[in-house]
């Protein structure tokens, strides 16, 4: 991996498609029913300065490690055994998004298009494909995500503009008329829609211009909070918080309305549905691939066929959730222990480095 470089547009797009993801079919009737009020957008917009102040110290923490990635230099700073652990709980999130992020995707075309199609059958080719990917390598991923974001945001702004005749301001009024409690309050539920940040860790020192990292992570996390805020915003302007509270999938109701004259391209939602199983597919390899690195770097070797190993177990723990109910449980699981991997244990290592001085010399040694 380290001799594959990438460049600082090709990591931007990284980010923002790990980012926006899944989350955002359903992102607008879980906010709807946390905060009840129309005060959706401003809880979103506070996770995005909270991510990128994340963001911030993850780059700070890499620079000081240059060639040397997240899995490497943990050991280093928090002793081996510590380190080691660390890297394992990482692999151990990656691994549980992955798969949440699969069974999600598998629950909306079985309940969209394939309803008579077992769950496991949509989940196999899925997978397989995904895992085909990542034997691709590093180029093989960052070039297919420059392939289809460009398209998956242009749907996204036919889907945005074409619905703006049925947009209505009353439905976002009044602003703050319970307060901040509703807008801290739908910060419990927008944890794992606003994951992905966790992808420059990885991705700094694979830049052909790490110091350029900093730039590619916050404009990136941007662009995809970003999109979320604005489709948040127009589901419910368009909608209404009680509407949107009682949908399943708010997005596709929100791609129904849209009409052409003279029933051209009736059924715009199906576009919508294509590009975003895509988009889901470049969001679910993204963290495959951190998975393949992390093991490949805990074992010291690389084997093209290890790529295929932990598809036995995402495959596992994607069935497992057995209804809507436990999948959302499992959702605000990954979500408050992404806080704690991503957030909290960066930040520590930081301090750490601070403290004791830390970092890579010239020479290449501690």
């Known amino acids: 991996m380290k001799q594959e470089k990438i460049s600082t547009l090709q990591a931007l797009f990284t ?5 926006y ?9 879980t906010i709807a029913e946390k905060t009840q009020t129309p005060d959706v957008w401003q809880g979103l917009l506070l996770a995005t300065l909270l991510g990128i102040v994340v963001i911030f110290i993850q780059v700070k923490l890499c620079h000081r490690f240059p060639g040397k990635t997240f899995y490497e230099f943990n050991p280093v700073i928090a002793g081996k055994f510590i380190g080691i652990l660390i890297n394992i709980a990482f692999i151990v999130f990656c691994m549980m998004i992955c ?8 629950e909306f ?10 769950i496991s059958m949509i989940l196999l080719p899925f997978l397989l494909l995904i895992g085909y990917l990542t034997w691709g390598g590093l180029h093989a ?3 297919l995500i420059e392939l289809f974001f460009p398209l998956t945001f242009v749907v996204f702004l036919l889907l945005i503009v074409l619905n703006i005749n049925h947009f209505n301001l009353d439905n976002l009024r009044p602003v703050f008329h319970k307060g901040w409690r509703p807008i801290f309050e739908s910060l419990k539920v927008i944890p794992f829609s606003t994951m992905g940040f966790e992808s420059i860790l990885i991705l700094t020192n694979v ?3 790490p110091q350029k990292a900093w730039k590619a992570g916050w404009i990136g996390y941007s662009i995809a909070m970003g999109l979320y805020i604005l489709m948040v915003t127009m589901v419910i302007g368009c909608m209404s918080v009680e509407e949107v509270s009682r949908l399943q999938w708010p997005v596709v109701s929100f791609a129904q309305q849209i009409e052409f004259p003279g029933a051209f391209l009736e ?5 919508f549905i294509i590009l975003w199983t895509i988009k889901i597919f470049m969001t679910a390899s993204n963290y495959y691939f951190y998975i393949v690195t992390g093991i490949s770097q805990l074992t010291q070797k690389w084997n093209r066929y290890i790529c295929y190993l932990p598809l036995f177990m995402l495959f596992g723990l ?3 959730p057995k209804n809507f109910i436990e999948i959302g449980n499992f959702d605000k699981i990954i979500g408050y222990f992404g806080i704690v991997i991503n957030a909290a244990v960066p930040l520590v290592l930081l301090v750490i480095c601070m403290v004791f001085h830390r970092t890579k010399k010239p020479d290449g040694k501690q």
């Open 207 to 209: 830049m052909a211009h």
């Open 318 to 320: 994607s069935m497992y």
């Open 99 to 106: 798969s949440f992020v699969c069974r999600m995707m598998a």
């Open 21 to 29: 993801a899944v989350g955002i079919v359903s992102l607008p009737r």
């Open 267 to 271: 059924r715009f939602e199906i576009l």
């Open 15 to 19: 980010v923002t498609s790990t980012v």
């Open 141 to 143: 991923m960052v070039r």
């Open 109 to 118: 075309l079985k309940g969209l298009a394939l309803e008579r199609t077992p």
